[in-house]
């Protein structure tokens, strides 16, 4: 028969506060192969939740950093009242400067992979959308070419706090504690809600946040002052060339997520804006042959899987022709 306990027995045993029944039932649960996975994906929560050690990073790499500084100084001044070596002998400061690489290589590496161990990402390739759930009964909808993160051990502190890379639908679920949702999109940006649904797009070519229906709250940066600004259901909010943000009223903000329903909504948009999309959204690249081309523009509502449909539509509207050449797609007049 195989032994079954619950988180709470593991954690209980992980605290020395198991019975030696419970003791002996979680040590022979550790053992099938089976429980590796799940074990240590509890034995990660407890030591975050309970860590044994906190160790105070910006004191320790301060007085490693002074250390150097010292030793470096000793150093120095024994090399010049002393002659040159032919050869290179370990001494004591040379023991050291290899101590001291190795624990600024580990600092290191604790820097770098403290985000794959803090969060779990969801991300979508050129084309694909997906839907994600979160653990508060939010819903995601995630555009192609985006990438999502969370606390990979779920929303435990004040603020539900994901990241966002890309373009998304938001619906956000009320909690009982009234705890807040923030959607950073950069260090100088974030969306902060309770209960609403709104679409971010944070793209190289620019931030926007549409708002549904609720309330959200935009907290940003400009030139080292930080700023908020308060939405209503039909503002579409954008960052303009200054930092600010600017707020359009009574927009149509249904239209702004229609891609999760393979839809383009089109309203006297330029051909340039709309190639930057599929570029965007598909992956694919579309030269002009004439210039004058980007700034003609597109009203419409068009219902399309891929990029080349999208492009044919184009096309058509605008009375041109489509040229594959290599990996390069030219639209040109006909």
């Given at each position: 028969?195989?032994?079954?306990?619950?988180?709470?027995t593991?954690?209980?045993?992980?605290?020395?506060?198991?019975?030696?029944?419970?003791r002996?039932?979680?040590?022979?649960?550790?053992?099938?192969?089976?429980?590796?996975?799940?074990?240590?994906?509890?034995?990660?929560?407890?030591?975050?939740?309970?860590?044994?050690?906190?160790?105070?990073?910006?004191?320790?790499?301060?007085?490693?950093?002074?250390r150097?500084?010292?030793?470096?100084?000793?150093?120095?001044?024994?090399?010049?009242?002393?002659?040159?070596?032919?050869?290179?002998?370990?001494?004591?400061?040379?023991?050291f400067?290899?101590?001291?690489?190795?624990?600024t290589?580990?600092?290191?590496?604790?820097?770098?992979?403290?985000?794959?161990?803090?969060?779990?990402?969801?991300?979508?390739?050129?084309?694909?959308?997906?839907?994600?759930?979160?653990?508060?009964?939010?819903?995601?909808?995630?555009?192609?070419?985006?990438?999502?993160?969370?606390?990979?051990l779920?929303?435990?502190?004040?603020?539900?706090?994901?990241?966002?890379?890309?373009?998304a639908?938001?619906?956000?679920?009320?909690?009982?504690?009234?705890k807040?949702?923030?959607?950073?999109?950069?260090?100088?940006?974030?969306?902060?809600?309770?209960?609403?649904?709104?679409?971010?797009?944070?793209?190289?070519r620019?931030?926007?946040?549409?708002?549904?229906?609720?309330?959200?709250?935009?907290?940003?940066?400009?030139?080292?002052?930080?700023?908020?600004?308060?939405?209503?259901?039909?503002?579409?909010?954008?960052?303009d060339?200054?930092?600010?943000?600017?707020?359009?009223?009574?927009?149509?903000?249904?239209?702004?997520?229609a891609?999760?329903?393979?839809?383009?909504?089109?309203?006297?948009?330029?051909?340039?804006?709309?190639?930057?999309?599929?570029?965007?959204?598909?992956?694919?690249?579309?030269?002009?042959?004439?210039?004058?081309?980007?700034?003609?523009?597109?009203?419409?509502?068009?219902?399309?899987?891929?990029?080349?449909?999208?492009?044919?539509t184009?096309?058509?509207?605008?009375?041109?022709?489509?040229?594959?050449?290599?990996?390069?797609?030219?639209?040109?007049?006909?």
């Open positions: 028969m195989k032994t079954i306990i619950s988180k709470y593991l954690f209980e045993y992980l605290a020395g506060r198991a019975n030696p029944l419970e002996q039932q979680v040590e022979d649960w550790i053992i099938e192969k089976e429980n590796s996975e799940i074990f240590h994906q509890w034995l990660m929560e407890y030591e975050t939740k309970c860590p044994q050690f906190i160790p105070d990073q910006d004191v320790a790499i301060e007085y490693l950093l002074r150097l500084e010292t030793d470096m100084s000793i150093e120095q001044q024994r090399l010049a009242d002393e002659p040159p070596r032919a050869l290179f002998v370990p001494n004591r400061n040379s023991r400067w290899l101590i001291a690489a190795s624990v290589l580990l600092v290191s590496c604790g820097w770098w992979f403290r985000e794959a161990i803090q969060y779990k990402s969801y991300q979508t390739a050129y084309g694909q959308t997906t839907n994600v759930y979160l653990e508060d009964g939010s819903k995601v909808a995630l555009n192609s070419n985006s990438k999502l993160k969370m606390p990979r779920g929303f435990d502190h004040d603020v539900r706090e994901v990241i966002l890379e890309g373009e639908e938001f619906s956000v679920s009320h909690t009982i504690d009234n807040r949702f923030v959607v950073k999109t950069s260090d100088q940006f974030q969306v902060e809600v309770l209960g609403t649904t709104f679409s971010v797009f944070a793209r190289p620019g931030t926007k946040v549409a708002l549904k229906c609720g309330s959200v709250r935009i907290d940003y940066s400009q030139n080292n002052e930080r700023k908020e600004v308060m939405m209503e259901p039909g503002d579409l909010a954008f960052l060339q200054s930092g600010a943000v600017q707020l359009a009223k009574k927009q149509d903000t249904k239209t702004f997520a891609w999760t329903e393979q839809r383009y909504v089109f309203n006297a948009t330029a051909v340039k804006d709309i190639l930057a999309m599929i570029e965007e959204n598909f992956g694919q690249k579309v030269v002009l042959s004439d210039s004058n081309i980007a700034n003609r523009t597109i009203t419409g509502n068009f219902k399309t899987k891929n990029a080349d449909e999208l492009l044919k184009i096309s058509e509207v605008l009375d041109m022709k489509i040229e594959q050449n290599g990996n390069t797609t030219l639209l040109m007049n006909n």
